[in-house]
């Protein structure tokens, strides 16, 4: 079955320390990959997505991400975190051929000042 | 930002009650799509558009239906209120299929009685 998998529900950094958000994936098609952010309130903005090439993908706001087809990932970092990162990270997963995504149940990051 | 709008932002209406909610684009993209937001479940897809007066259900489409009479409009609707529909609702847009970035609405925050 296609899913999507965010395993950590919650996490808390410190500003200024590094950051690392996991997401793996099944999905039997070629996956197009996607990492969204979410500001309390507000929709949801792309931060970076990856289609193929370069297996490290740089986004907005300082963020990457490192697709690793062996390891059915594509983890989301950033090396100094901001007390503005806090918010609530997506991973999404969609292929040629179908409309939709599938989305992973998120991640909420804390800040620590 | 892409330009979608949602109306109304926050609704409270009581068990049985129809509901619309609208969905407006101004960037003339062919894809339209209503997800809910609920905590533990992230987004999950209500319904879609890929056309004008072409939908089709997603994976949660139990007593809620569509229309799209125009590009820019995508309408959501709840023929019969209940307390399990009480979401955040979104709407979301993309140029092109599956793999395409999704542009997300501010959303509507919907409680049922």
């Known amino acids: 079955a296609q899913s999507v998998t965010q395993p950590d529900i919650h996490i808390t950094v410190s500003e200024g320390a590094s950051l690392e958000l996991r997401c793996n994936y099944s999905?039997?098609?070629?996956?197009?990959l996607f990492w969204y952010v979410q500001s309390p309130g507000q929709g949801l903005q792309l931060l970076l997505k990856?289609?193929?090439?370069?297996?490290l993908v740089q986004g907005i706001k300082g963020f990457e991400a490192e697709f690793k087809r062996s390891q059915s990932s594509f983890n989301l970092r950033k090396p100094s975190v901001h007390w503005s990162d806090a918010a609530e990270y997506f991973c999404?997963?969609?292929?040629?051929?179908?409309?939709?995504?599938?989305f992973g149940t998120g991640t909420r990051l804390k800040v620590l000042a | 930002d892409a330009g979608i709008t949602q109306s109304p932002r926050h609704k409270v209406t009581e068990t049985g009650t129809p509901v619309t909610l609208r969905c407006h684009q101004t960037?003339?993209?062919?894809?339209m799509y209503w997800y809910r937001q609920d905590p533990g479940h992230g987004l999950r897809l209500i319904h879609y558009?890929?056309?004008?007066?072409?939908?089709d259900k997603g994976e949660v489409s139990d007593g809620y239906s569509v229309s799209r009479s125009k590009t820019e409009d995508f309408l959501l609707t709840l023929e019969s209120a209940t307390s399990s529909q009480t979401s955040v609702y979104f709407c979301?847009?993309?140029?092109?299929?599956?793999?395409?970035?999704?542009?997300f609405g501010p959303g509507t925050r919907l409680t049922v009685l």
């Open positions: 990856y289609f193929s090439g370069d297996t």
């Open positions: 999905y039997g098609a070629t996956p197009y």
């Open positions: 960037e003339n993209h062919r894809y």
């Open positions: 999404a997963v969609g292929a040629r051929n179908t409309y939709k995504y599938i």
């Open positions: 979301a847009i993309s140029e092109t299929e599956g793999t395409d970035t999704q542009y």
């Open positions: 558009s890929y056309g004008v007066k072409d939908t």
